[in-house]
């Protein structure tokens, strides 16, 4: 396993030192934003982990390693291949590795490759869920599935409401997986702070989060740990606003019959083209926000460890 992992010096340097560290994700450079706020936003939220004091490590996967920390040279490709990129869950690591393909990760295979590089921490901007007629289709996020197995805390800004947003919480209670929320008791909705649904713990200190996660692995429940963040006021559009947008969204990639993986990237794409650039000013901020909180909350593990 560790043959496939490939720290950058700086990343190398922060574990040797036992300095807190943060895992990015890429899927959300490649395919979550465009070009080149995506590259432009990946360079910002790494200095925003820095200016917390922790170091951080962006994922992917190229030339058949997983990279661990990227250089801003890797940073670019991600964010110019786009879409081209491979989206890489759990079951497409070993193809795109042994392929020798540009594979930008998602939140799940983030968590692994977290997992197998000692990275407690991963910061994104928000988690797959279970698709809003999940009944039919069956689409569920493999997200949810990791965040059962793999003991990674990841802090996000809640799941975008393309997804059904209630069902996912059952999904993740039912497999033991723990949504803490910060500074408000109701689970963020992604661009808005408002979903209509709560999450099970506030825990607004990092010294507190970092309490819980820690207990919850030693006593040896290897699952992982949601930390819901809200997007910072100033930038939450109001639920209705976007509301409308989502839905058009989700009838469009009906009528293109979209499937599979191709289904978040294009409702996402979609979400962005039809509420011109207010969508994408709030995803920035909200990403900085969770680096900010990812941050504090390595700094706060690495403390009590
Ligand atoms: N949701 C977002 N932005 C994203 C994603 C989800 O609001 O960029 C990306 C993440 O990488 C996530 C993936 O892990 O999409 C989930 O894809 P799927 O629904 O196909 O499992
Ligand atoms: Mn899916």
């Known amino acids: 396993m560790q043959s496939y992992l490939e720290f950058s010096e700086e990343v190398q340097q922060a574990r040797q030192q036992g300095r807190p560290v943060v895992a990015l994700e890429s899927t959300i450079i490649s395919h979550g934003m465009p070009y080149p706020q995506n590259v432009q936003t990946a360079r910002e939220v790494e200095a925003v982990v820095r200016a917390h004091g922790a170091t951080p490590a962006t994922i992917a996967i ?16 991600l964010g110019r291949t786009g879409q081209d990129a491979h989206k890489v869950s759990r079951r497409d690591m070993p193809y795109v590795l042994t392929q020798g393909k540009v594979g930008a990760t998602t939140v799940a295979a983030t968590m692994i490759c977290a997992r197998m590089a000692g990275i407690e921490v991963f910061v994104t901007g928000g988690i797959g869920g279970v698709h809003r007629g999940a009944a039919q289709s069956f689409d569920i996020s493999a997200d949810l599935q990791e965040l059962a197995r793999t003991p990674v805390a990841v802090v996000c800004a809640g799941a975008k409401s393309i997804l059904d947003l209630g069902l996912t919480l059952e999904y993740l209670e039912t497999h033991g997986v723990p949504v803490l929320t910060i500074g408000q008791e109701e689970f963020p909705a ?12 506030r825990l607004d200190a990092a010294e507190q989060q970092a309490a819980f996660i820690r207990c919850q692995w030693q006593l040896g429940m290897p699952a992982g740990v949601v930390l819901a963040n809200p997007v910072p006021q100033e930038y939450a559009l109001a639920r209705e606003q976007i509301e409308g947008v989502i839905a058009q969204a989700l009838q469009e990639a009906d009528a293109a019959g979209v499937s599979g993986k191709q289904v978040t990237p294009f409702l996402l794409a979609k979400i962005e083209q039809l509420s011109g650039g207010r969508s994408l000013e709030t995803n920035i901020a909200l990403v900085k926000a969770n680096a900010q909180a990812g941050a504090r909350l390595a700094c706060a593990l690495a403390a009590q460890s």
């Open 190 to 201: 992604f661009f808005s702070r408002e979903s209509g649904f709560k999450g099970d713990f």
């Open 62 to 77: 190229l030339n058949g390693k997983i990279k661990i920390g990227l250089s801003g040279a890797e940073l670019e490709l």
